[in-house]
């Protein structure tokens, strides 16, 4: 087991070096940019050393964490002096090992660890921790010890190339940060009929509770439910003429999502491909006429399935 240190104390820091404490794994060290953060972390992991200095944290462990946020990784990187042999490995989601070439050159070890979870505080991280999965970018042996780490923290793994990051990073910007997006336009809805947005939260997550559950038990595309899983063009219509009174924006994304719905209702079977190119006709029809002008017709926009 490699004596392992964290630069930076935040959320993920913390969670991670707590978590993997309480399994015995040898959080040794801690640095942080203040020293209350510091504390707070080392207070929580027995026997934890708290650095002064980022090179201190680094001379004293095998295996480094650099749990700051992305725009400081490199530079803190590039600003200690790394041994032959020694493991270094971020966080980030959307960047590769690039970040850590100062290390590598220097002859250290170098790897990525990314929680796919979202983690709003330390406390709720550790609480979500487990069952998440964790993008791993790395060579062996680290590779192998990255690997023990998701087994102590009750994770699994994807093994990433170089290249994929973005991709990936995006993919978890679209089904975490945009869901929250997605919320919050619905909230913004339920202001014109007069609940609070603190009201139509409670409203809304048992639907989105429901949601969930049912992408995880019944999976795509059987979980898909509403006007578009049913080809019901008038609802569609209906949403479409309040939307556009609402808010031009609002009416485009409901627009782009219904088009990318489409071929998810079709591979359910709930539609045929009639009615899935009425669907796309009046979904992509983005001219500004009324959409109640919708005549039906061959398909304008949209994936084809
Ligand atoms: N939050 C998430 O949902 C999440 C999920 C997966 C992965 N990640 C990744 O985890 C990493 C950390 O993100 P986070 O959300 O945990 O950030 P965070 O809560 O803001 O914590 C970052 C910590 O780094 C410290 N810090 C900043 N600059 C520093 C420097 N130059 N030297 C030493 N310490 C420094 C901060 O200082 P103080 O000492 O002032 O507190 C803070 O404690 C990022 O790479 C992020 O992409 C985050």
Known sequence: MLKTGFIGAGKTGTALAISLSRKRWPVAAVYSRSLSSAQTLAKMVPDCLICHTAQQLVDAVDLVFITTPDDAIARVCGEVHWRDGQSVVHCSGAHSTDLLEEARKAGATVGSFHPLQTFASAD??????????????????????????????R????????????????A???SCNYL???????????????VSPRDATRALLPLLAGTVNNIGS??????????????DLDTIERHLKALKAEDASLNRIYRELGLQT????????GVDRQKADEMKALLGDCEDTPASNYKGGPATRGEDD
């Open 180 to 194: 929250v997006t997605l919320v919050k336009l619905a909230l913004d809805l339920w202001k014109d009929f007069g």
């Open 172 to 174: 978890a910007v679209l």
């Open 262 to 269: 489409i071929p998810i209702a079709l591979a359910k079977g």
């Open 124 to 153: 709720r991280a550790m609480e979500n921790l487990p069952g998440s999965t964790f993008a791993l970018e790395a060579q062996e042996p680290l590779s192998s010890t990255l690997k023990q780490l998701t087994v102590l923290l």
């Open 155 to 170: 994770g699994s793994f994807v093994e990433l190339k170089p290249g994929d990051k973005a991709l990936y990073h995006a």
């Open 218 to 231: 019944i999976g795509l595309p059987g979980c898909l439910t509403g006007p578009v899983a049913r080809g």
